[in-house]
């Protein structure tokens, strides 16, 4: 038989498995594959994402003569991953998958429940119970100040009444007397309107009897007068 009709063997490549270790870091926003590949160079290496979610990540490197070094491995994406922004980085022999997370309404109505549990806390209770006695305990503070004032002040118009009614009776250095009393207590009534305005009310009150009692001692000085 002519050798030329006879077909030329090929030499067979043959491929040695290798099983690349992983890392999967999960994080708030993304979850990140770390696949360790040494030796491997980018354009040696495939990534593929099926229609069920599962990542198919494949390679081979040549690593002699018709020997070849091969892997594959698939990995589930999490119901969560926002599909369409999976991206890869391959550096210092490491290949990054970094699978982004999809924020739903589930996400957020449980953010929310934690933070009604942290406002319902016995801590947070705690806390308005501590600032609502102080609020109320600074209130009651303020009325009694009040109160306290508007009883000094009552006090201290009874002697001016008494000094305006006795006046009309009494002789006239008894009269000048109590005018220059008078005038006293008029003095220190007035320098009380700068007080809160509950007061100035009384105070009125109080000056307008004042002002009655020491019309009244004029008119029975003049008329006391006219007799002499």
Known sequence: MDSKGAAVATPTQVYEDFVPSSKLVQEQHSDTLHLILPGFKKEQMRIQLTKTGILKISGQRPIGQNKWQRFQKEFPVA?????????AKFENGILHVKQPKLITSSVKKE??????????????KRQKTTLRDEFTKQDNNLKTSEQTEAKTLAEKKLPADESSSSSSSDSESET???DDETTGNANRLSASLMKPKKVMKMTLVALSVLAIGLYVANVMKSANEVEE
């Not at 119901?79 to 991206?87: A, L, W």
């Not at 953010?111 to 947070?124: C, L, R, T």
């Open 79 to 87: 119901e969560n991953c926002d599909k369409g922004k999976i991206s």
């Open 111 to 124: 953010n929310e429940f934690a933070a009604k549990e942290a406002e319902n806390s016995p801590a947070a």
């Open 176 to 178: 000048e007397s109590t």
